[in-house]
């Protein structure tokens, strides 16, 4: 059994900065890649960013590369998204994702979710 619980989510302007953290617990979340993923209202979900297994190697949606960027600290379970220059668009829930592989490329399938944080960038 896989647990994760986002936090950070809230109301920021736009140009502004919010951290998400997700804390994993159950299946040791250290030995698989883990992503973040967000929904905006009338959406599909789409790929944000992801990190492998060890944190050396990440993958970033083109829409949010130089903005974010995804760290890990395997000794906390916990991995992180740091959004900068937020933009109105990044309005999404946000959800956290751990995959069944170690890498990022390819790009993995991931198996288990969290309940989603939600952000809200204004204009």
């Known amino acids: 059994q896989v647990q994760l619980v986002e936090s950070g989510g809230g109301l920021v302007q736009a140009g502004g900065s919010l951290r998400l953290s997700c804390v994993a617990s159950?299946?040791?979340?250290?030995?698989?890649?883990m992503g973040w993923f967000r929904q905006a209202p009338g959406k599909e979900r789409e790929f944000v960013a992801g990190?492998?297994?060890?944190?050396?190697?990440?993958d970033y949606a083109e829409s949010v590369k130089g903005r974010f960027t995804i760290s890990r600290d395997n000794a906390e379970n916990t991995v992180y998204l740091q959004m900068n220059s937020m933009k109105p668009e990044d309005t999404a829930v946000y959800y956290c994702?751990?995959?069944?592989?170690?890498?990022?490329?390819?790009?993995?399938?991931?198996?288990?979710w969290g309940q989603g944080t939600q952000v809200t960038v204004s204009s």
């Open positions: 990190i492998s297994w060890t944190g050396g190697s990440t």
């Open positions: 159950g299946r040791t979340s250290s030995n698989y890649a």
């Open positions: 994702a751990q995959s069944r592989s170690r890498a990022t490329t390819p790009r993995p399938t991931y198996a288990y």
